[in-house]
Every structure is written in C-alpha cells, then in structure tokens.
C-alpha cells in the first residue's frame, strides 16, 4: 500500500493542479472554500457522481480512511467541480464504489465473486485492505462429500460426524434424529468443526446443499439448500424442519438402510478471509 499510495499521490497532484490563486480569486459565496450548489467541498454532506451512479455522504466518512477523498478535500489541490445539482463527477465504476462506501461507512464489506477486483478498486481509493484480513481466497468450485450415521436408531440427541474437507476447509454434519425442538422432524446442520479456532473477525460465506439420500432411488432424495454466512458466533447452519420423521420412516423410500442415515453435503462459492 504505501508504494500503491506514493504513486496514487503523485496521480491526484497531476490530476488535481494546485490552485495557486484559490483563495485570492474566490467569490464571496466561495470564500468558505465552498463551490456551487449543495455539493460544497466544505459542507459536511458531500454528493458524489461516480460512474453515472449518485452517492450522498458525510466528508468525514469519505476522508477518515481514503486518501483519495483526503486528498481531494484537502484544500491543498484545485478544488474538484460540481454540476448544477451539486454532484462532483469521479470517472470509476459506481457499482463498485457501493460497496467501496459501504465498507467506509461501516468497516464491513461483502465481497463479489471477482474479490481481487475488489481489492484493487479499494487500492484506488487509497484504503487500506480490510483489517485485521489481508487478503480473502474466494473458492469458485463445488465440491460433496456424505456422511454415514449408523446405529441411527440408538441415538439419544444428536450424532455428529468426524470432520471432513471440502475445497481445502473443514466442515462437519449434525443431525437430531428426533428433532432440534421441532418435535416429529429430522433436523440436519452443516458446522464448522474449529470455528473456536478462528479469530473474532472470522467468516465462512458459502451456498449449501444438504441432503438425505434414498436407497431405492436417487429422486426420492430430499435436499434443502441456503446461502448463508458462518461466523464465532453462527458456526452451525441448517434445517431444524429438514423432513418429518414419517417420511424419514417410510420403508418405501429407504431412507435408513440397516439403520444408517447417509446425508450429503454440498457447498458452493465459499468466501473466506485469510488471517
């Protein structure tokens, strides 16, 4: 970043000329520092277009953590200009700098697929990377794997898989063959066996698919699926209601084949920050 940062500096001084006669040729209503319209450069509330897309906001949200708008605020540099409805004009993608604003508003950004990009439009603005994240791998692919719960029937509470991996990470499978408080359900969950492990700021996004497999016929299978997001906090996931345990029983079906449950579970397009 303070490279990244050094040569950005150096592209806003040749971008935005140092206004030698700002103070001394300012009208009176400019005398402040301020330009024409709403969008006045010593107002608090500032209104961006960036991109064709329109932003309202506070200054102080834009200067705490970019240089760019530290820069752009600063008074050092020819103050940018506003149109008539007071929106200063910044040639980026404004769909990007949605989320740019976001993460400057309230320190937390949900990544898009392309997470790289991401980064590099952060870069732009002169913000550092997320903290205390470094950098996020973002998994395109999909990837299974089924668990086998035997001696189904004698379970008191729940049966808990060992852990496993999918696309590098670990994962595990919880079931309550009597329910999870909702009573007459199989309830079935996808955790995150060491989320003790991770620090406080950790997160696992991911969509999911659990499923309870026939043994007659793959389209008697019952699956759910979910977008969801694991956390310290949120580290198991699932379907207290995942079917009732009349179908569960139902020997046409063959749901328990000498009384073992197998559940497969399937994940896809798991973001997750490294530390």
Known sequence: FPEFFHHQHHRWTTLLHMSSDSDNNSSSSS?????????????????????GRKFETMKSTLTARSAYFRALFSGQYKEPKADEEGYIFIDRDGKKFKRVISYLRDNVIDFPTN????????????????QPLKKVKTLQMSDSFVCHFRRFSRAVTNLTSEPFEMLGVAWCVVI???????ADCLSVYLSVPDSDMKPESWYRKCHMTLEVISGRDPKLNIQNTTTTKFTQDSYCYGFPKFMTL???NDPESEFLLDDTLSVCAKIERVIEPFV
Not at 115 to 130: A, I, T
Not at 176 to 182: D, F, L, Q, S
């Open 115 to 130: 997470v790289e990009d991401m980064l590099n439009e952060l870069e732009y603005y002169g913000v550092d990377r997320p």
């Open 246 to 248: 009349e179908t569960l």
């Open 31 to 51: 005398s402040s520092g301020a330009i024409r319209g709403v969008g006045r450069v010593d107002s608090e509330i500032v209104r961006l277009n960036v991109g």
């Open 176 to 182: 309550y063959p009597k329910g999870n408080k909702e």
